[in-house]
């Protein structure tokens, strides 16, 4: 078990999430910051909410994550949305095969001859 897994707030799922970007321990999460942390995960293409943010943040101050003030969390997303903002537009991936397109004759609806 790592040590980010023993951290005040921090679930199995987001200990995995954290040593997948290489966050380890509480001295490695401390160093990045918690908006660091929380984007590094972003970007390692997790789907992290702004509850691991504040989560992050509760941690390093050994509090609950419901216990860190307002203002605090006001600056956290603030920060987090202005690196959110920084980050490159998602690549739409183009669509496997060939692209298959159905021209209807006037005279049909659906493919399906129109009874007179």
Known sequence: MSEAAK???IGPKSAAW??????RTREEIAEAG??????RIKRAGFKPTLNLLYALEGALQDCHWQDVPDARRSE?????????AEL????????????????LAPDTVAGRPQDD
């Open 7 to 9: 951290l005040r707030n």
């Open 18 to 23: 954290l040593r997948q970007v290489g966050l």
């Open 34 to 39: 918690p908006v660091e942390a929380f984007m």
């Open 76 to 84: 956290l997303v603030s920060a987090a949305e202005a690196a959110i």
């Open 88 to 103: 490159p537009a998602p690549r739409h991936k183009p669509p496997a095969g060939p692209v298959r397109t159905t021209v």
